[in-house]
């Protein structure tokens, strides 16, 4: 059984927002800290951005400042990302992780993440 069970994922509009949401199947989220990345065709994998197990912290990449918004619901075991403001650039697969450690500086070192979901793929095309 996969780690997470991504979806919210489509082609949008340069401009229009997009909310993502992953379900975790075999762990409770509540003990990790769960992180949103993206990884482009040919592209590296980079760091969207990631929430606290508790849910009080959370970080955002500095081209996410002010266009994103993560949430999670333990009730549920689904962390949530809106995605504001799509550009083409920001068209890739987007993916969940789990850090047994939790959401801290350094956030993305992608190493630490034990749980990695499929990923659902984001478009953003005229």
């Known amino acids: 059984q996969e780690p997470f069970v991504e979806s919210g994922g489509g082609l949008v509009q340069p401009g229009e927002s997009l909310t993502l949401s992953c379900t975790a199947n075999?762990?409770?989220?509540?003990?990790?800290?769960i992180a949103w990345v993206r990884q482009a065709p040919g592209g590296e994998r980079e760091g969207v951005s990631c929430?606290?197990?508790?849910?009080?912290?959370?970080y955002y990449a500095i081209p996410w400042r002010g266009r994103a918004n993560i949430s999670k619901d333990d009730a549920k075991n689904t962390v949530t990302l809106q995605l504001n403001g799509l550009k083409a650039e920001d068209t890739a697969t987007y993916s969940c992780?789990?850090?047994?450690?939790?959401?801290?500086?350094?956030?993305?070192?992608?190493?630490?993440?034990?749980?990695w979901g499929q990923g659902t793929q984001v478009t953003v095309s005229p």
């Open positions: 992780a789990a850090r047994p450690g939790g959401c801290y500086y350094p956030p993305f070192r992608f190493s630490e993440y034990t749980q």
């Open positions: 929430i606290s197990r508790q849910g009080g912290f959370t």
């Open positions: 075999t762990f409770a989220i509540a003990n990790y800290g």
